[in-house]
């Protein structure tokens, strides 16, 4: 079995201390005083040593022992309890953003890519547990939030979301769960099946707190119609100790591909009558309107955001993983030399470079898009300049789609190039990338489906505020190509992405004038739209950090390591503008030209 975790954080200190303004959030009020420019190693070295030390240890468990429904109980991995502990007590467990101490977000989702990179599976606990208890914390009563957030701040208590039914996934509007109101106007009866339910029973925690969207019986159909509930396992007593069974009965776990330490589990709420839940925010309106879908989508957007994160932490630890394998597998000549020349290790060979280089450009690619927008995250929330927070509320709007979409795409392909690498070994479990495909696989279906994204992005942000919104951070990579005139060396690559930015101009202008004459284009393209919108901003992003890493290049010495780590983000720069960029040129061919083939070939014929 493969315990491997192979990662370093080398690119996070540049990211932090080099490219994105650091000392701007640190000097925020909310972090003055409190953190600055000369914590940044430090932070990052302590999140990588728990990582290796605590999290990391607990993988192998969720393949030896994956979870599964057992008498009715659905047990962890032993190996999680004490691993649990270990991060509530370091401060990495669940834990509210609003409190002195927190960190800002970029540093914080930085540090959590260690973690969840160890073992995602035991992350998704704490990441659960922050998202459900965020909507009791935004919409729940006074009442709701003394009850619930202590327990589930502290790490006591878990939380679930519960969207997705049996007959209701990507159309969450199909919902058939039902609520009655009680004497209590808090209080709900609640009804229904919720199936895939992550981490929807265990025994980590003495409660689980489902946060479900169900539909108040009379209420509107469709999405309009659905409110939020917070459903305990237990129904909790009121001096905050563990009560009665509130009728939440797991039916099974299921069998899956990957995320063996994850129970994804379907709950059938209220089989006895019995299950009572809490109704956040305001019952349905008159019109039969309530407030749960937009209510959910705070965590949906966090998860999101959360999804692609994590597609990037995996596919970065089969790459890390990867290149040790590389140096040290010895296998074939030099290319074009003689049989009487040494053996070598595989990384001599071209076409493992030309593999090894897709991940790492693309990795780094991940990480600029989603550094970048975490970073927006600090500025909405925490700058005093108000048209500072516009804008950076305006650029998570059009990147998040990006990041969840783009992200967990590529993810899929990266840990395959990884097991490329690897030839027969890398198939097989002995070693972890074949455990990082299985795992990453998933992340381009949970919170909506990749197709959802491009949707989202097309369909809704392209749009959004008379399409203002959108031309705003076109003019990000407008300006950062215009601004480019003396190239230093990557006049090519500034050509290459300002050719992609009027290919991509090109294909939305095609795209929207089609929308009045042939709507079915639109859904046709817009996964690869997406993808050439994350190309074009990635490209950009990477050639600032190209930039960047000459001038930091230059103050050391060629063969001195921190050289050799500055030329490396400029050749891999190249690499993702040369090697990959060109397909969005590619793609706006494809799309001009209109092709409906795929929607024309008769049904029969597939
Ligand atoms: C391991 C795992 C964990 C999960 N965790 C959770 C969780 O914690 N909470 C939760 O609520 N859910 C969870 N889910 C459910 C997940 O969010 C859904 O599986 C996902 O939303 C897709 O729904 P579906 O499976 O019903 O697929 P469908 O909706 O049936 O989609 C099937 C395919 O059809 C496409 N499609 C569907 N509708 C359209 C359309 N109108 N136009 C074009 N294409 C369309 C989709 O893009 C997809 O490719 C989890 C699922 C898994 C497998």
Redesign the pocket.
């Known amino acids: 079995m493969a315990t491997s975790f192979v990662f370093n954080n080398r690119e996070h200190k540049f990211l932090l201390k080099d490219w994105l303004d650091s000392e701007k959030i640190f000097n925020y009020d909310k972090y003055k005083g409190i953190y600055d420019m000369e914590d940044v190693d430090m932070l990052l070295d302590v999140a990588l040593t728990i990582a290796e030390e605590v999290v990391a240890p607990t993988s192998d468990d969720c393949e030896t022992h994956p979870m599964k429904l057992k008498d009715g109980n659905v047990p962890v991995p032993d190996s999680f309890r004490s691993a649990y502990k270990s991060l509530i007590e370091n401060g990495w467990g669940p834990g509210d953003e609003q409190e002195e101490g927190a960190l800002p977000q970029v540093v914080h989702s930085m540090c959590s890519e260690f973690l969840e990179a160890a073992n995602y599976p035991l992350m998704q606990f704490v990441g659960l547990t922050n998202g459900a208890a965020g909507l009791i914390q935004s919409f729940g009563d006074e009442a709701a939030k003394d009850q619930y957030l202590p327990k589930m701040f502290s790490g006591e208590w878990a939380g679930?979301?519960?969207?997705?039914e049996p007959g209701g996934?990507?159309?969450v509007g199909d919902i058939l769960s039902k609520a009655w109101p009680t004497d209590d106007k808090r209080v709900y009866k609640i009804k229904g099946t919720?199936c895939?339910?992550?981490q929807g029973d265990h025994d980590l925690t003495e409660n689980i707190v489902h946060l479900v969207l169900a539909r108040v019986d009379g209420a509107a159909p469709g999405t309009k119609g659905i409110s939020l509930f917070a459903v305990p396992k237990y129904w909790p007593e009121a001096d905050g100790s563990v009560g009665e069974s509130n009728d939440v009965i797991t039916i099974a776990v299921?069998h899956?591909l990957g995320?063996n330490g994850?129970a994804?589990a379907m709950l059938n709420f209220g089989d006895n009558d019995n299950c009572r839940g809490i109704l956040l925010g305001s019952p349905p309106d008159e019109n039969g309107v309530g407030q749960g879908m937009a209510q959910m989508f705070q965590m949906v957007n966090g998860a999101r955001m959360g999804t692609g994160h994590t597609a990037m932490s995996i596919s970065a630890l089969a790459y890390h993983n990867a290149v040790q394998y590389a140096k040290e597998r010895v296998q074939g000549r030099k290319f074009g030399l003689s049989k009487k020349t040494p053996r070598v290790p595989i990384i001599e060979h071209e076409d493992v470079r030309r593999m090894l280089m897709i991940q790492k450009a693309t990795l780094e690619a991940m990480r600029a898009l989603i550094y970048q927008t975490y970073y927006y995250f600090d500025v909405a929330k925490h700058s005093k300049d108000e048209a500072d927070r516009n804008k950076a509320k305006r650029r998570i709007e059009v990147n998040t789609p990006l990041v969840k979409a783009y992200c967990s795409d590529k993810a899929w392909e990266l840990t395959a190039e990884a097991i490329q690498v690897y030839g027969g070994y890398g198939y097989s479990e002995e070693y972890p990338v074949a455990r990082c495909a299985r795992d990453v696989k998933?992340l381009s279906?949970?919170?909506?489906?990749n197709?959802?994204q491009s949707l989202d992005l097309v369909g809704r942000k392209w749009q959004l505020e008379k399409g203002a919104v959108f031309q705003d951070w076109l003019t990000d990579i407008e300006e950062f190509t215009a601004n480019q005139k003396d190239s230093n060396g990557l006049s090519k690559e500034v050509d290459i992405l300002n050719e992609a930015l009027g290919a991509y101009k090109e294909m939305r202008n095609f795209i929207i004038k089609s929308m009045a004459t042939k709507p079915q284009l639109m859904?046709l393209y817009s996964t690869r739209i997406l993808h050439s919108t994350a190309m074009i901003y990635c490209g950009m992003l990477l050639m600032e950090q190209a930039f960047k890493a000459q001038e930091m290049a230059e103050k050391f010495d060629a063969g001195n390591a921190e050289h050799s780590f500055y030329t490396g983000k400029v050749e891999t720069a190249k690499f993702y503008l040369r090697n990959i960029v060109p397909q969005v040129m590619m793609t706006r061919d494809v799309v001009l030209d209109g092709d409906t083939s795929a929607v024309d070939i008769p049904e029969e014929a597939f």
């Open positions: 679930t979301m519960c969207l997705t996934g990507s159309d919720k895939f339910i992550s299921e899956k995320m994850s994804t998933i279906i949970w919170e909506g489906t197709f959802i859904p």
